[in-house]
């Protein structure tokens, strides 16, 4: 009996404990995981709180930066080519005889003239010849002199019925023979006189001479290659560049004008411009090649700037937007929004403005939508900027350096910057640098 009731009272406790346990494990289980979970938002939450700090530090400096009003002006629309600089007439002067040079009548790099004396070959074997030639002329103009008065003889005894018509016949081929014989000497006299002229070489056209190929003492022939001196005219003298098929029709209607299409030669590095001109003419066909026309705009190149085969960068002024919004091409940004430029707000602070950008001019390009005279745009400064920044703009520098302005200057930049000192051009120092000492 009693063994009985000790086992149901053991058997009792045996059941009952372990509910018991599971009663307060359960809620101990849930509190660590509440705890764990906190812990977790709280550690995120600083970390968040981290990373943001040093935006927060960078940001809250307002930056120093240049600013610009957007303002109306002329912008040329100019087409740009690489052109190469190339004389209207080039000529390889060469002899047309066989002979030695005598004389040199120019200096390499002289502006010669057309018709200037350049070079004489040795004249005497050619005047010999031509003395030859006008000897056997004289001859056979003699011999020609004879026969058509023995041909009036036979003419006359004919008429007497003294002589017969066969004899009178020989005698009229006789004469045309010996004036066919004169033709033929008065053409050898004519290329005699022809090859004493080309015994004295002038210039064929107005130009600058090259480096000298001959000297004289030296034998020269037709077939010789290099010739005597390369003459290129310089004035004028043309640039030849090529646009794409896509631009032709605005050059066709500007040529429609009626106006000279303005043409500016700059060079190579596109820093200085060297000569002004005008378009003289555009190619008949598209190079299917490429996809371009060819272009040659004449240039009076008064100071010789411009240098055969020298390359240039060619501007084409085909139209001019007359009081047109434009800005400093260093305030145009681009990038995920597209183009866009850092407008300043009445409170000092900037925001995106995207805008639509038209041609370029030098360092100003126009705007066809995005923006209106009078706005403040950022053209320095725009690479430390975002969206709601805060911003100063510090005032020009007047022309005299005057101690005033140096000291608003210096006392305006630590706005910029922390108090330590002025701002760098970063946008102020950074959390835990060090100040210079």
Partial sequence: MDDQAGRSYGDMQGTVRPTRRRGWVRPLLLLILALLIAAGLWYGWQAWERSRQPTRAFAQPPQSVGAATVGRTDIRVLFNALGTVTSLATVTVKTQIAGKITDIGFTEGQVVQKGDFLAQIDPRPYQVALENAQGALARDQAQLQNARLDLKRYQTLVAQDSASRQQRDTQAALVRQYEGTILVDQAAVDSAQLNLTYCRI?????????????????????????????????????????????????????????????????????????????????????????????????????????????????????????????????????????????????????????????????????????????????????????????????????????????????????????????????GGRRRGERTPQ
């Fill in 202 to 426: 002038v210039s064929p056209i107005t130009g600058k001479v090259g480096l000298r190929q001959v000297d004289i003492g030296n034998y020269v022939q037709p077939s010789d290659a290099t010739g005597l001196v390369v003459i290129a005219q310089i004035h004028p003298i043309s640039v030849v560049y090529a646009l794409p098929e896509d631009d032709i029709p605005a050059v066709q209607r500007a040529i429609r004008t009626g106006r000279p299409v303005p043409t500016e030669a700059w060079d190579r590095a596109d820093r200085v411009k060297l000569e002004d001109g005008a378009l003289s003419s555009v190619d008949n066909q598209v190079d299917v090649a490429t996809g371009t026309v060819k272009l040659r705009s004449t240039f009076a190149n008064p100071d010789e700037l411009l240098f055969p085969n020298e390359f240039v960068n060619a501007k084409l002024l085909v139209d001019t937007l007359k009081d047109t919004v434009a800005i400093p091409t260093a305030a145009v940004q681009r990038g995920e929004p597209g183009t866009f430029v850092y407008l300043i707000d009445p409170d000092s602070t900037v925001h995106v403005q995207k805008i639509t950008l038209g041609p370029v001019d030098g360092a100003n390009v126009a705007v066809l939508q995005g923006l209106k005279p009078g706005d403040r745009i950022v053209i320095d400064g725009a690479d430390r900027l975002k969206d709601g920044a805060k911003v100063i703009v510090p005032p020009p520098a007047t022309a005299p350096a005057a101690p005033a302005a140096a000291n608003d200057n210096a006392a305006a930049a630590p706005q910029s910057g922390d108090a330590d000192g002025p701002a760098h051009r970063g």
